[in-house]
């Protein structure tokens, strides 16, 4: 294929995925409606901004962050539950401003702060493990071209050769066909 | 940024198509029936009846005052959200020019409900006497105008330029309002703060709160919002307002989750501020409220207007259709009215809780009057703002 340029010719290197670039957001949200009705799993989309609505477009479905953020904001109002009754009412009791051992208001603040800082841990952190990050190398940066563009004015569907879907002949053109440009291959190494 | 879909056909503009005649007239009649049990009374016994009044005023006043206060956040930060659902604010918050005349049984009566006003009490309080600059009769009339001026004139005003434009599509109204938003948000804020502290915290002119505007005001916009999203739900069970979305309910949801944090917060802060410190003249608001069967009340109150509504909120599905959003809706409703409960009958009922009768015929009686008045106000223009340059952003809304 005249599209595909010159790593594919040496045929001995494994393709890792197909990358594709498109022109402009609306075309690669549209793009990614149709790669998504075609079935495929292991693909993704890249951008230099967020393009509203692609979650629908690339049929993701609802992330699960907030699940690891809710066992964050857990553990922390427990942690900090803990944390203050433990030392005032049992280890080290002592009458402050006469008020009880066991005082709910002035346990607040922390029950909140720790909630909050518990949820935001998780939070990033969920994200990051979701993502499978941090990682010192990807495959993905094996293709120039999307190093130059894609946090500049770039917009990629990169898809995986791991795919039921993929086909070494049919991928590609579909791929032309949604009217993407630079239809690459992409080595694993 | 939504220059992703190409296709974009400008929604129908939409009116009430069915007579609302009926409707509004049985409204009227029950507004107009309660309204005089509740005056009959008022016979029997004068000062519990016209608390229950202010009860009932307070109620729709924050609500009303909340929903002018949406109206012009969304021309302040220049929101595109907002334009579909936009009108029913307006509409809402126009429903103070009832509320300018349901105040004059309560300026009438003053000496039964605000002890400050009455000209014994100056003669023998000298915390009074001290306090006249603001406690006095003629800068209390100077803040009422202010109050009821800038409330009813600005939200007519938001409300007619907006309607105007459906009728030219000028992008010269949705300017001017929003130059004017910033300018009503300082008016807002001081009319809210200081009607709060006039009609409220001076239930009992010894004690103060610096927090006590931001509690009222936390409680009012929470409260209007869940509001909107009741008119904004019955009037798409009806068939109306149809590019209202499911992206459209889950900002309303999201807002309503956030306002339901900020009352906590602001209601959490202020008490455990006053419990901290331990001062007579601020305890003696919680310690009345701590009394007897009150205190079931007082945290009834926490997991009530927080609790519940909080946990209910938090999954992203409950936000995204508006049946189980206007379930929320009308519990935090419900629980707005117990707030006021809450803070207006423990002064004259100080044993324990106690429901009167007019409690309930004053709320039904003022809510027929305002709902007759609402129903008319949404009925007598278009139900969004067809031709408000940011509609197309709106419709395509994606969050």
């Known amino acids: 294929m005249a599209i595909l340029s010159k790593v594919t010719d040496s045929l001995e290197i494994e393709a890792w995925a197909i990358g594709a670039e498109f022109p402009s957001a609306a075309a690669v949200y549209e793009a990614a409606q149709k790669v998504r009705d075609k079935g495929f799993k292991w693909w993704d989309v890249y951008s230099s901004y967020p393009i509203h609505g692609m979650d629908a477009a690339m049929g993701l479905g609802k992330s699960w962050v907030s699940a690891v953020s809710l066992a964050g904001a857990a553990t922390g109002l427990t942690t900090a539950v803990l944390l203050e009754t433990i030392p005032s009412v049992f280890l080290y009791p002592m009458i402050v401003q006469g008020k009880p051992y066991f005082s709910l208001p002035a346990f607040f603040p922390i029950m909140f702060e720790l909630t909050v800082l518990f949820t935001a841990f998780a939070t990033v952190f969920g994200m990051l493990g979701f993502n499978l990050l941090p990682r010192l190398h990807h495959p993905l940066f094996n293709w120039e071209r999307f190093c130059q563009k894609a946090s500049d004015d770039g917009f990629f569907i990169v898809i995986e050769t791991a795919d039921p879907h993929y086909n070494a002949e049919e991928t590609p053109k579909l791929l032309a066909s949604l009217g993407a440009t630079n239809v690459t291959l992409i080595p694993r190494d | ?399």
Not at chain 2, 46 to 57: E, G, P
Not at chain 2, 110 to 129: G, K, N, V
Not at chain 2, 152 to 179: E, M, N, P, T
Not at chain 2, 301 to 308: D, E, P, Q, S, W
């Open chain 2, 1 to 399: 940024m939504s220059d992703h879909s190409h296709t974009y056909t400008p929604p129908e503009p939409e009116r009430l198509t069915r007579d609302i005649g009926p409707l509004r007239k049985k409204l009227l009649v029950v507004g107009i029936v309660a309204l005089a049990l509740t005056a009959l009374g008022g016979s029997l016994d004068r000062v519990q009846t016209l608390h229950s009044y202010l009860f009932a005023f307070m109620y729709f006043f924050t609500i009303a005052a909340g929903a002018f206060f949406w109206t012009i956040l969304h021309y302040a930060t220049n929101g595109n959200w907002s334009v579909v659902v936009r009108r029913q604010f307006e509409n809402i918050a126009n429903v103070v020019g009832v509320l300018v005349i349901a105040f004059i049984p309560l300026l009438i009566f003053q000496h039964d409900i605000w002890a400050w006003t009455r000209p014994e009490e100056l003669a023998t309080s000298e915390l009074l006497q001290k306090k006249q600059p603001y406690l006095g009769m003629t800068f209390y009339a100077v803040r009422l105008l202010f109050y009821f001026g800038f409330f009813f004139l600005a939200a007519r005003f938001y409300r007619k330029l907006s309607i105007v434009q459906d009728g030219d599509g000028s992008i010269v109204h949705s300017w001017r309002l929003r130059w004017w938003s910033p300018l009503s948000i300082i008016g807002f804020g001081i009319s809210i703060t200081f009607s709060a502290i006039d009609w409220l915290m001076a239930l009992d002119y010894h004690w103060y709160s610096t927090m006590w505007g931001v509690y009222v005001f936390a409680g009012a916009a929470q409260s209007s919002m869940a509001a909107c999203i009741l008119v904004v739900y019955a009037l798409r069970k009806h068939g109306y307002l149809k590019p209202v979305t499911s992206e459209h309910a889950h900002i309303m949801g999201k807002l309503l989750l956030a306002f339901t944090v900020f009352w906590a917060y602001i209601a959490f802060s202020q008490y455990m501020l006053i419990w901290y410190a331990n001062i007579p003249e601020e305890t003696v608001f919680f310690i009345k409220r701590n009394i007897g069967s009150w205190t079931y009340l007082s945290i009834f109150l926490v997991a009530g207007h927080f609790v519940i509504p909080f946990l209910y909120l938090l999954p992203q599905a409950v936000k995204k259709s508006f049946g189980s959003l206007g379930v929320i809706a009308v519990w935090i409703l419900f629980m707005h009215a117990v707030d006021y409960f809450w803070i207006i009958m423990p002064v004259v009922r100080p044993a324990g809780i106690h429901l009167a009768w007019t409690d309930l015929t004053a709320w039904i009686g003022l809510g027929g009057i305002v709902l007759y008045y609402l129903v008319g106000l949404i009925g007598g223009a278009g139900l969004f703002p067809s031709r408000n340059p940011r509609l197309e952003e709106c419709v395509k809304l994606t969050n």
